[in-house]
Nanobody, 115 residues
Framework: QVQLVESGGGLVQAGGSLRLSCAAS????????MGWYRQAPGKQRELVAR???????NYADSVKGRFTISRDNAKHTMYLRMNSLKPEDTAVYYC?????????WGQGTQVTVSS
């Protein structure tokens, strides 16, 4: 069974930084694709950053140069370092992992950026 548990969200002022963590159990770290999505109030869920097969990554244009995705395979943990945060980054952030035809999601962690 795959479990993904996010942590690290909170309230931060614009320009500040946060680091989100996604602790994975089960076979999550065998996933073909792992990454982060976010969903702001009244908006659709959008991709933020992800690892593709191997260690290649890609990012949403809105976060390029500010956010960094990383992982510690020994700890089975994936991270999202968020710098230079903006009010428009306010959202619930979800980690996910794609295993075969299944997409597994964490419960989400709230990030609120005040202006």
């Amino acid at each position: 069974q795959v479990q993904l548990v996010e942590s690290g969200g909170g309230l931060v002022q614009a320009g500040g930084s946060l680091r989100l963590s996604c602790a994975a159990s089960g076979s999550a770290f065998s996933a073909n694709v792992m990454g982060w999505y976010r969903q702001a109030p009244g908006k659709q869920r959008e991709l933020v950053a992800r690892f593709l097969t191997g260690s290649s990554t890609n990012y949403a244009d809105s976060v390029k140069g500010r956010f960094t995705i990383s992982r510690d395979n020994a700890k089975h943990t994936m991270y999202l370092r968020m710098n230079s945060l903006k009010p428009e980054d306010t959202a619930v952030y979800y980690c996910y992992a794609v295993l075969g035809s299944w997409t597994h999601w964490g419960q989400g962690t709230q990030v609120t950026v005040s202006s």
